[in-house]
Structures are given as C-alpha cells and as structure tokens.
C-alpha cells in the first residue's frame, strides 16, 4: 500500500480506538449508577446507606490511587504546597462529599430514568454559577438555551409517575455542589496552573472527602448500622461496586487524555438516554409520554449548548493557528533581513 492507504489505516484506527473509549466509558458509568441503585434501593440489595457507601468508594479508590502513584508509578505527582492543598483541594473536596453524599442519596428516592432527566440541569447550574463567581461572561442567548434546559426538565418532573420531594431536593442539591465544585476547580486549580487527572484527582481528593463524611457518618448512619445486627459486609458486592467506581475515573482519563471533554458530554447524553430505556425496559420503572418530551426538550437545549461549545472551541483553535503563522511569518522575516545584512559588503573608507 502507498502513502496515502498508511494515512487512512492511521485514521481508521484513531476512529475506532475513541469510539472504544467512549464505549468504555459509557459502560462504566452506566454499571456504577445501576449497581449503586441496585445497593441502596430499598427493593433491590436493601441497603440504604449513601454516605457508608461513599466512604467505601472513597477509601478504595484513595488506596489504589496512592499504589499507582507512590508504588507502581503510573503518574507522576502534582507538586502541591500544604497552603495550595487547604485552600484549593479542601473546598473542592468537601463539594465533592456532599456531590456525592446528595447524589446517591437520591437513588433511595427516585427511580434511575427520572435521576438522568433532573441530571440535563447541569450545565445551566455550571453556567449559572460561573456568571455569579465571573468565570462566565453573561450572555442572553446563552441563559435564553438554559431556561429551555431548566422548562424542559421542569416538563418531565410534572409527568413524573413516582414524584419524591424529598428525592428532587436531594438530587438538585447533588446537582448544585457538582456545578460549583467544576467552577472551583478552573478558579482555584486550573488559573493556578494545576490541572489534575483522575488519578491525581483521586490521589488528593478522595481522602479530604472521606474525612468530610465521616462526621455525618457518626450522626446519620454509625448510630443505624450499630443496631442492624443482620447486616454483614458483603465483600463481593461492596468490592466489585468499588472496582467499578475506580475503573469509571480511569476511564474518564483515558476518555479526555485521548478524545476531549466535549467527547465525554456527548457520550452522556447518549448514555443518559441508555439509562432511561434500560430503567423502563428491565427495572421497570415507570416512564411517562410526558416524561420523554420535558427530556426532549432539555436534551436539544443541552445538544445546542454542546455545539456552541464546539463552535468556540475551533474559533479559538482558528485564532491560535492564525497567531502562529503569523509569529513564523515575521520570525522568518526577521532571519532574512539578519541574513541579509550579514552577506551585505562592507563599505571601506578611501
């Protein structure tokens, strides 16, 4: 084969080695929000305890992630200050337990199709905390998508079947502390110029979030695990559970390492549709006509803001391309004009 079929077998497999990615990924994901449903629903596994399973998920992954980074050397280490930790990775951390905390709480309360539906507010809470702490430029047309974000959503969760309260308080809640905590980390990490992947991540977050829940933990559920003498841990449910939390970050890693961020947020809206096909067909939850068209709705504002996003990513690429030629064109200028008075003769005196 020429040249050219070497280029195209190249590209051949670029495209199948991202999709593998995104295949894994969505996988992984779909595995840990069905499994945690499976624990802590309370007519599946029984087992209604977010915050002990946080915790469990938090000091497994705390533990591998300092393997792969002290042991095996995986990745390298992000060299922190003690001062740079507390006020940036603590704040971030505590955001994170209570993200967490919030979020799987709501699996004791709603069912996994509806959970994906309230999950579509994200970026209008991203975006809506990035104008208030200024990361975000205000724009009309941008809040004018968010509201058909937030009215779409609004939509499913009148149609909902099995509306909880309590459960849509909790899951918003999730929702809110997971959009501050994106903001925080491009304000306090990013701007620094640390940027931390999942493994890193783990390495210093996990641990700041397990001492975070274990303060609820004594108050909220020590107190109910203590009188549930029955109860045994169930070192294949808990372990495989913990195995697949971990694997879903390593998949993030590779999924933004080799793809992009934007790649991840298209993945999710078609892993959120996988959810709510698979929660009506095999959990069986209930699924409404009116269901389906609030989350419609907020999927095209959520597939717009996507591609306004993709739209400013190839502008800025654009301008940063345009920048570099011009910085080769007048280096190359400049080499010329030196060359020429270097080979320029000298004029001698009479």
């Given at each position: 084969?020429?040249?050219?079929?070497?280029?195209?077998?190249?590209?051949?497999?670029?495209?199948?080695?991202?999709?593998?990615?995104?295949?894994?990924?969505?996988?992984?994901?779909?595995?840990?929000?069905?499994y945690n449903?499976?624990?802590?629903?309370?007519?599946?596994?029984?087992?209604?305890?977010?915050?002990?399973?946080?915790?469990i998920h938090?000091?497994?992954?705390?533990?591998?992630?300092?393997?792969?980074?002290?042991?095996?050397?995986?990745?390298?280490?992000?060299?922190?200050?003690?001062?740079?930790?507390?006020?940036?990775?603590?704040?971030?951390?505590?955001?994170?337990?209570?993200?967490?905390?919030?979020?799987?709480?709501?699996?004791?309360?709603?069912?996994?199709?509806?959970?994906?539906?309230?999950?579509?507010?994200?970026?209008?809470?991203?975006?809506?905390?990035?104008?208030?702490?200024?990361?975000?430029?205000?724009?009309?047309?941008?809040?004018?998508?968010?509201?058909?974000?937030?009215?779409g959503v609004?939509?499913?969760?009148?149609?909902?079947?099995?509306?909880?309260?309590?459960?849509?308080?909790?899951?918003?809640?999730?929702?809110?502390?997971?959009?501050?905590?994106?903001?925080?980390?491009?304000?306090?990490?990013?701007?620094?110029?640390?940027?931390?992947?999942?493994?890193?991540?783990?390495?210093?977050?996990?641990?700041?979030?397990?001492?975070?829940?274990?303060?609820?933990?004594?108050?909220?559920?020590?107190?109910?695990?203590?009188?549930?003498?029955?109860?045994?841990?169930?070192?294949?449910?808990?372990?495989?559970?913990?195995?697949?939390?971990?694997?879903?970050?390593?998949?993030?890693?590779?999924?933004?390492?080799?793809?992009?961020?934007?790649?991840?947020?298209?993945?999710?809206?078609?892993?959120?549709?996988?959810?709510?096909?698979?929660?009506?067909?095999?959990?069986?939850?209930?699924?409404?006509?009116?269901?389906?068209?609030?989350?419609?709705?907020?999927?095209?504002?959520?597939?717009?803001?996507?591609?306004?996003?993709?739209?400013?990513?190839?502008?800025?690429?654009?301008?940063?391309?345009?920048?570099?030629?011009?910085?080769?064109?007048?280096?190359?200028?400049?080499?010329?004009?030196?060359?020429?008075?270097?080979?320029?003769?000298?004029?001698?005196?009479?």
């Open positions: 084969m020429g040249k050219g079929g070497a280029l195209s077998d190249g590209v051949v497999k670029k495209i199948v080695l991202s999709y593998t990615y995104v295949a894994i990924w969505i996988f992984l994901s779909f595995t840990v929000i069905v449903k499976y624990i802590l629903d309370k007519k599946m596994y029984n087992w209604p305890f977010p915050i002990t399973l946080t915790m938090m000091a497994f992954c705390s533990s591998l992630a300092v393997l792969l980074i002290k042991v095996f050397k995986v990745v390298e280490p992000v060299s922190m200050s003690r001062e740079t930790y507390i006020r940036s990775v603590v704040p971030i951390g505590a955001l994170y337990s209570l993200s967490l905390w919030l979020s799987n709480s709501a699996y004791i309360y709603l069912s996994v199709s509806f959970i994906q539906m309230l999950k579509a507010l994200m970026p209008v809470a991203v975006y809506s905390i990035g104008v208030l702490l200024k990361k975000e430029s205000f724009k009309s047309e941008t809040m004018t998508n968010m509201l058909s974000i937030s009215f609004a939509i499913a969760a009148y149609g909902e079947a099995k509306f909880d309260t309590w459960g849509v308080m909790l899951q918003l809640g999730a929702v809110a502390f997971e959009a501050t905590r994106l903001v925080l980390i491009q304000i306090l990490l990013t701007s620094k110029g640390i940027n931390l992947n999942p493994i890193t991540s783990l390495y210093y977050v996990a641990p700041c979030c397990l001492g975070f829940l274990f303060f609820p933990w004594i108050f909220v559920e020590l107190p109910i695990l203590k009188e549930t003498s029955s109860f045994h841990f169930d070192f294949m449910v808990f372990g495989t559970n913990s195995v697949c939390a971990f694997a879903l970050n390593l998949a993030v890693f590779l999924l933004v390492g080799k793809t992009s961020a934007l790649t991840m947020n298209v993945a999710g809206v078609v892993k959120d549709w996988l959810l709510i096909a698979f929660s009506w067909s095999v959990i069986k939850d209930t699924v409404t006509p009116l269901n389906l068209f609030g989350y419609g709705l907020a999927f095209l504002g959520v597939a717009y803001y996507n591609h306004c996003k993709l739209q400013a990513l190839k502008a800025k690429d654009a301008q940063k391309k345009v920048q570099q030629s011009d910085e080769e064109a007048a280096g190359k200028l400049l080499e010329e004009r030196e060359s020429e008075a270097a080979g320029k003769p000298k004029e001698t005196e009479d």
